[in-house]
């Protein structure tokens, strides 16, 4: 019997405790921890159930997220205009969650695995054909554009026609080189 690989994603999420740890005059700081309890504990729900599927955990990232805090002080002087100031603030990154990838090898049946390789041919099937029309519209647009280019008379003493640039001693040359290109852009594989 075929196997296959499949993959499993989930997320836990457990969100952040602010712990001050002191305080003077009006200032206080301190510092940003997960709730380590709640993730952990989730993180054990998930091993368990994992593991009586028969999943097999391959990656654990974690999800980091950040808190900031930032106010301005003004000194004033007497006739109380802001003349100075300093700011204080603080950024504090830290673990918002976890995401744990998880693989398990499932046997399928033969017709389980012919639907499956015939679902990938029919979608490589009809990217090929997305591309091939993609390829032909482009070129309509490049015909189109070649053809609306004009083959216009240029210099001031002496008879000249131009196209694309190019100058030619007679009009019919260049109406010639305007349908040279054409072909060639016609002609061009796809």
């Known amino acids: 019997m075929p196997r296959i690989l499949e993959s499993r994603t989930d997320r836990l999420y457990c969100g952040c405790q602010d712990e001050s740890t002191g305080s003077k005059g009006d ?80 046997e399928i049946s033969q017709e389980q695995h012919d ?18 029309e993609a390829k032909r519209r482009t070129r309509e647009a490049e015909l189109a554009k070649l053809a609306a280019e004009p083959v216009g008379k240029a210099g001031l003493l002496r008879d000249k026609w131009r196209f694309r640039g190019q100058d030619y001693p007679t009009e019919a040359l260049a109406h010639g080189a305007k349908e040279v290109a054409l072909k060639a852009l016609r002609e061009r594989p796809l």
Request: hydrophobic letters at 45%.
């Open 27 to 106: 200032a206080s700081w301190g510092h940003l921890a997960p709730d380590r309890k709640a993730l952990d504990e989730s993180l054990a729900a998930l091993t368990a159930e994992l593991s009586d599927g028969g999943w097999e955990i391959k990656a654990v990232t974690p999800l980091i997220a950040s808190y900031y805090y930032a106010a301005s002080q003004y000194m004033v002087s007497l006739d109380r205009s802001n003349w100075g100031g300093y700011g204080v603030g603080y950024g504090a990154p830290y673990t918002e969650g976890l995401v744990v990838v998880a693989q398990r090898w499932v």
């Open 115 to 132: 639907e499956r390789e015939r679902r990938v041919a029919e979608r490589a099937a009809a990217e090929a054909a997305a591309a091939l």
